[in-house]
């Protein structure tokens, strides 16, 4: 069901002879904001990007119990066809600023440094810079918005949990996260 309303299939397991697509980016972006202890009901989330995994945020957002969410997207035909797979978007254009509790980079500025020329310095404090990329482990967009003084987190644990339930879902074993886990993952 969550694969076929983001229209994003990541994990592909046999039933009775029969494919059945997943999409584990929900539950690997779920999992991420849950284990920051970041308070999302209630709140607005704002999304840099349209493509890629931004259903499946959109989704698990819309399941946490967000009150509004924020897209923009270089692009804003791409952005508007979101609202063909979600209600109440709000599309803004690129450039242009709203208030939020967390601002998502989910575009690939920032893969190879690139930076996301937005200027968030009048917008308050206390926000959530989430980028979706792990590596490089600091974007530009963490390293700015960690200079603004906001609480900053990268896409890895994201990445690492819907692996995990991919497993989950190939081999019907949960297998154990800990802290090893995550130095497999890093570059230093």
Known sequence: QEAEQTQSVNTITFDNGDLIGHNTDIGGFDT?????????????????????????????????????????????????????????LKIIEWGDLIDFHMVINATSLGLNNERINLDFSSLGHDKLFYDVIYNPQETSFLKMGKRLGHKTENGKTMFVYQALEAFKLWHNIEPKVNADTFKLLDND
Do not use: C, W, Y
Not at 44 to 52: E, Q, R, Y
Not at 71 to 82: D, G, M, Q, V, Y
């Open 32 to 88: 991420a904001i849950k284990k920051l202890n970041f308070k999302i009901k209630g709140k607005k989330v704002l999304i840099l990007g349209a493509g890629g995994v931004v259903p499946s945020i959109i989704f698990a957002l819309k399941n946490m119990g967000v009150q509004e969410i924020i897209i923009s997207n270089r692009t804003r035909e791409k952005a508007e066809n979101l609202k063909d797979l979600f209600d109440n």
